[in-house]
């Protein structure tokens, strides 16, 4: 299977903010998340791709064709804008409708995709209600719905938990699952909230002043970053610099074998917090620390411990790693307690200074 979505080194200026250079392929029937933080570009790519923002050439080839040149209609692209924008005196029926009216289909084809889109979409006790009765997870399924009904080839949603409360997160994410499992529909996700990648994603990229800086995997991207500010976004909360000597890093406080060498002289090491265990006897353990804080997530508990390189100093020259634990592990461990911790060496990564 061909590459079926490209960005080619897309730019655009929208007065002093540049986006791009960016580029980036999907397979068909990808979904990939697009993570970072508000104002770094993300919204300004979408409308781009869509062709709201006008026309550049030799940029955006989607199933081979290179659309940029098109005008928005004619690009067959599904996009839902961070509001919606529902028609409000239109019922939910018409609204998911809409665009059958520009496609050359059976009046029985229409009514077809029609009933089929309110089932999918769990709407058809709301077709018949006006927008504005909708609660905001029911707004964002008719957005969806109408988006989908034309069958595009790629779909962009733009924050789609947006304004949503925490139980309309998790049900639209099911939704979003739902949907992408039975219409398998190519897909660009768009948000800054993380955990959303890590509950829906196949690939994930992250972006930051105006340019796509990594992608890959959900896992790939987490366990390993190639920049702090992605390790950072993704959640990395132990980043310590270091100097490298081959599969030697030495941070200041320790010295940490790595599980391949490096070439770089100077650069970051990431432990990351659900990599780490804590144990009450020393067997070999790495680093010895002192237990200050215990932080109770709900689905894990949060450690603050203080470390160092050896027992003597553990007390005094100490830096701090945050460890999470399931819940069923944390109920032995207590604040001022002495642990010991550890991890596996391949558990480690390394990346330079860029």
């Known amino acids: 299977m061909g590459t079926y979505f490209i960005l080619d080194s897309l730019e655009k200026l929208f007065g002093t903010f540049q986006l791009g250079p960016v580029s980036l392929n999907l397979e068909e029937k990808d979904y990939l998340v697009l993570l970072g933080t508000t104002g770094c570009g993300?919204?300004?790519?979408?409308?781009?791709?869509?062709g709201i923002r006008g026309k550049i050439m030799n940029s955006i080839f989607l199933d081979g064709r290179d659309i940029g040149i098109l005008s928005p209609q004619k690009r067959n692209i599904g996009y839902v804008a961070q509001a919606s924008d529902l028609f409000p005196h239109l019922s939910v029926?018409?609204?998911?409708?809409?665009g059958l009216?520009?496609?050359?289909?059976?009046?029985?084809?229409?009514?077809?995709?029609?009933?089929?889109?309110?089932?999918?979409?769990?709407?058809?006790?709301q077709a018949d209600q006006p927008i504005a009765t909708l609660s905001g997870g029911e707004n964002k399924r008719t957005a969806m719905a109408r988006s989908l009904i034309v069958e595009p080839k790629i779909l962009l949603l733009d924050e789609p938990l947006g304004m949503l409360d925490q139980n309309g997160r998790k049900a639209m994410l099911k939704t979003l699952k739902i949907i992408h499992d039975e219409l398998q529909t190519t897909?660009?996700?768009?948000?800054?909230?993380?955990?959303?990648?890590?509950?829906?994603?196949k690939q994930c990229a992250v972006m930051d002043r105006g340019r796509i800086i990594q992608t890959g995997t959900v896992a790939e991207m987490v366990r390993k970053p190639k920049t702090r500010f992605v390790a950072e976004f993704l959640g990395g909360t132990n980043i310590f610099r270091a100097t490298f000597d081959g599969i030697h890093a030495r941070l200041g406080w320790t010295d940490l074998t790595l599980?391949?060498?490096?070439?770089?002289?100077n650069g970051w090491v990431l432990i990351r917090p659900e990599l780490?265990?804590?144990?009450?006897?020393?067997?070999?353990?790495?680093?010895p620390g002192v237990v200050k804080a215990l932080h109770d997530f709900g689905e894990y508990v949060?450690?603050?411990?203080?470390?160092?390189?050896?027992?003597?100093?553990?007390?005094?020259?100490?830096?701090e790693l945050k460890v999470h634990m399931p819940l069923a592990g944390a109920n032995r461990i207590e604040e001022g307690q002495q642990v010991f911790?550890?991890?596996?060496?391949?558990?480690l990564h390394a990346f330079g200074e860029t």
Do not use: M
Not at 93 to 98: E, L, V
Not at 259 to 265: D, K, L, N, R
Not at 341 to 347: I, Y
């Open 302 to 319: 949060e450690v603050d411990v203080a470390a160092s390189g050896s027992l003597e100093s553990a007390q005094s020259d100490s830096i």
């Open 42 to 50: 993300k919204t300004s790519l979408l409308r781009s791709i869509v």
């Open 93 to 98: 029926r018409k609204n998911i409708a809409f």
């Open 341 to 347: 911790l550890d991890w596996r060496d391949e558990s």
């Open 276 to 287: 780490i265990t804590l144990n009450s006897e020393n067997n070999e353990c790495k680093i």
């Open 101 to 125: 009216a520009y496609q050359n289909i059976t009046a029985q084809e229409k009514q077809r995709r029609i009933g089929r889109y309110l089932d999918l979409f769990n709407l058809v006790k």
């Open 187 to 201: 897909t660009i996700h768009v948000t800054h909230d993380r955990h959303e990648a890590w509950r829906i994603a």
């Open 259 to 265: 599980p391949a060498p490096v070439t770089y002289s």
